[in-house]
DNA sequence: TATGAATGAGAATTCATTCAT
DNA sequence: GATGAATGAATTCTCATTCAT
């Protein structure tokens, strides 16, 4: 096979080519989707023909993967993030930061991955019942642990987890209506948006007064 | 025009079609996106031949439109009946849980607007700008009233709206991530939901204590 | 078979019909000849539906072969009068401004007529070959006869026809050209016409002096 | 864009593709009309895929307007030539006789134009109100100038020009027409029509004798 | 590596015609 | 007679992929 996949040690200029066609394909398949996305988008945007493209990557199936297999990782980074050994409140908070911040700053990887769940995940199943679960379960049992030393209040950890991935990805996945509402105007609203998810979750978190608690 | 859509009055036989497209679009649209979706899945679904399709709809685009505008209206019900009257974080709690209601009982919908907001909102973001954003304001305007009254939490009104529909719309959009994580059961995920996004808003958004507010 | 057409007496209303439609249906194929032209576009200009449309012509090509049959008659008709016993001059003349008040009054007719040769013919060639020519041969005969007998200058009669008709059919035929060129006005362009041609034939025919033909 | 008309210089096998499908375009359009032809014929007619086709051209429209607006060049030619300086009798016996050698040499250009102008000229009336009238202005002046002069019989310049281009041109468009009257042999009729028209022209452009003229 | 050329498998849409009432 | 409904056969165009150099 001459495809360079294949090859072992990718040179400096694979490499390179490599990397400018994923951020093509990123650009492209956020905006439109899988099958809404062209290859001639792509290869125009990365600046080569589509031949060239595609001695690069097997198909259009494989840019997409490679693209979402890696994004993953990144994705997943906040999250592992979150210490066990930390004060719950804070960490959760910084967590929370820290989310909305990718949201800010990779709005297309967010949009790709918002597709692909969208769509059934028919590219991603996988690793979101393997690597992905893994560590939300590993991550609950923390959050939990927590709750059960009564340093946060008594909430499921796993609907912890996905409000705040939904109000972060919001701004990255729902912009346009963001901003029609909010007005066009420039990253503004991020922190806003961080001030209230902040005190949000801490008024909602906060766990009841060590009294409270004990007297039942 | 021998369109059936532009005719005056609609048969009964034209209803009864015209839903069954409508209905079979909602499912292949929100689940493909619209570039993703073809005229033959709608067809096959509707249980129709294609020109039979199009004798009652301009073309792919028209369906797409009609669907996402029909969409709207039930969309904005939920905050439609946040009442100015009502007890402030009561009425924020029967809201979200309207909204999460719809999440699971129309989560077709909810994916198809998604779909659009991923997109860029092309084929609606006039109804953005317009309808949507004029009742947000709207409420915004209650909620802010009932802040400034020291009836709710300081809070900026839009994003706490845009948490809301996040955290809701989370559970249909993003459902596949969902049911990977907490394993394929049943809805019952959305009773827990529920509690949990109740404790979180009641918690996050609860006024404080007259005292504690006027001394500073 | 239920087509109006085999019955043997058609009623008023069918009469009627039968002329919107072949009215209708000159208009269609005369501006977008017969591909171009649709169902649809002749039924509506009709002011009827396309089925009804359809009760009473067997078929596209069947009104086309109608309305191209009955208007070969018409347009042969200034050529039948002209008078073999009239005064040659002053018949080709009047020939001349019959086929182009023709141009004038019916350019639809013309057009139709055009397009058909245009195409090569493939639905009146037998006619073409048979009445057409036979008329033709004989006025043709006609002239030649006014030409052996000093009459009119020495000229090919067919030719001469020819002429004639493509004079007289341009202002039809290429109206949008004659229109560009000489700007948009109304029709005033025929009458200068009518006074470039007769002066054109009168001179080209006008046979050589009476002794400068004996002496050589 | 993965078009080939859109790179900057074609290369060998480009131009001789681009040509063969013009070629053959040609052929299809100038019998069939626009509407009429389809990219099947042209495709089999040019010895290409469909989809080949479409790599060289970027739509039917696209084929059939290069057809158009290279051939306006081709056409304006012979009236290019009329010479001011010339000996005005003999120019315009030689223009009418270059424009029937193009009727006879190029019919399918000349049919594919009347096709366009039998329209309403939907694709290329720009070209005639601009480029086709201004040459046509500047002919006409010339021509006025010679009758202004008396070396011609005073006639309207401009339907002089009309009659030329219809008498030649007919030989063309209704060439099944012509044949179908003449007998199907070979083109000796454009010798004989050649000759009856320079007589017509002849004859019916003459100024009138010097002393004549002057007397009245 | 790179690219000009080519194509098969769709996909949307049109349209003459037929069916059923 | 009339029409709403339906459809099969095109027809234009797109696009991922392959070929050849």
Redesign the pocket.
Known sequence: M?R?AAKKTP?R??RQ?TRAILDAALEVFSQHGFRG????QIADAAG?????L??YFE???AIHRTLLHRLLDTWLDPLRQLDPAGEPLREIRAYLLRKLEMSRDYPRESRLFANEMLQGAPRISDEIQGELKALVDEKAQVIRGWVEAGRLAPVDPYHLIFSIWATTQHYADFEVQVRGILGAGADGHFHDAARFLTQLYTGGLKPPAAGARRRP
Chains 1, 2, 3, 4 share one sequence.
């Open positions: 001459a360079a040179t200029i694979q080519k996305a062209t290859l001639d080569l023909s589509k031949p060239n595609l001695y198909g259009k199936e």
